[in-house]
């Protein structure tokens, strides 16, 4: 079985590229690293060419523009690789490969952040461009009529070479001796990448279709993850200041109350994802695999 996955270089396409490489024949993707193939999955022609000659039996799609302040004030430019870039990929399977898989990496930024925990059946209402780009990707895919997966997590950490998740940034700021304000408002569960590449894999090889929720145990807010890192690699806590989402003045509106229930996924794959602590003994062992 051939899988391509899109954003091989990125944070869980790096832990999928890992999960799957054993079993399966793995096409790796990226947009601008030179050890993956290229592709840029704004670009029609592009994506109908690199399909067309890999004839893939599973395209995982990892590939985003995730930064979403940036999404606020560029939507039509990231509207190009959230949205359109996997109505391109839809349309040529839906057309040519119709027995191929598509899996999504969607986010808790379609809910609006009222309840918490929510379910893959809940009402979706995103308060920023990202989540509504997420959602009208959603949209198409499950109109496409091919097989998918739709996998919404949140808060992704896991060792990466070009260091841009959460842990890192608060490692960074706390080495420095710097302060920094992190959200005591926003929760969710913060979920380990390796997580989601175990998850992914185990339903691609049972087969299953439709949406799942992958995201770790622990609920928390982002402070209180902060908190957890900072204990975790013996940095000093003090510097972590409390701030309200509403005095951080971010361009983008976030879900405050978030965060995803897992209870179908575990239901059916009997698995259970990590909680924060366990997660980040694991950043820990991959990163020194990576220097």
């Known amino acids: 079985m051939k899988v391509v ?18 079993d399966f024949q793995i096409v790796g993707t990226s947009r601008s690293n030179e050890a993956y193939q290229r592709l840029d999955i704004s670009k ?12 893939p039996d599973v395209v995982i799609v990892a590939a985003a523009m ?9 939507e039509k430019e990231t509207d190009k690789i959230n949205f359109l870039g996997i109505t391109y990929i839809c349309d040529y399977l839906a057309q040519f490969l119709p027995s191929t898989t598509i899996i999504f990496l969607s986010s808790d930024y379609v809910f609006d952040g009222e309840k918490g925990k929510y379910k893959e059946s809940d009402i979706r209402k995103p308060l920023n461009v990202y989540g ?53 408002d926003q929760i969710a569960n913060p979920t380990y990448a390796g997580d ?55 361009i983008a509106q976030r879900p405050l109350v978030s965060g995803l229930s897992t209870g179908l996924f575990s239901g059916v794959s009997h698995l259970h994802c990590l909680g924060v602590e366990d997660g980040l003994d694991l950043f820990e062992r991959d990163q020194k695999l990576l220097i």
């Open 5 to 22: 996955i899109i954003g091989a270089s990125g944070l869980i396409g790096g832990y999928l590229l890992k999960e799957f490489s054993d």
């Open 44 to 55: 029609k022609k592009q994506v109908v060419s690199f399909l067309k000659k890999v004839q």
């Open 66 to 74: 995730p930064f979403v302040d940036y999404c606020e004030t560029h």
């Open 132 to 184: 509504r780009q997420k959602m009208k990707a959603e949209n198409y895919i499950q109109k496409s009529k091919i097989p998918f997966l739709i996998i919404r997590t949140n808060w992704v950490y896991g060792a990466e070479r070009v260091k841009k998740n959460f842990v890192y940034a608060v490692i960074k700021s706390l080495e420095n001796k710097q302060k920094m304000q992190v959200a005591s």
């Open 196 to 250: 989601i590449a175990r998850g992914i894999y185990w339903l691609v090889t049972h087969k299953k279709q439709g949406i799942f929720h992958i995201a770790g145990k622990d609920f928390m807010s982002r402070y209180v993850f902060a908190q957890k890192i900072a204990e975790k690699f013996q940095l000093d806590k003090s510097l972590l200041c409390k701030i309200k989402t509403v005095d951080m003045h971010q």
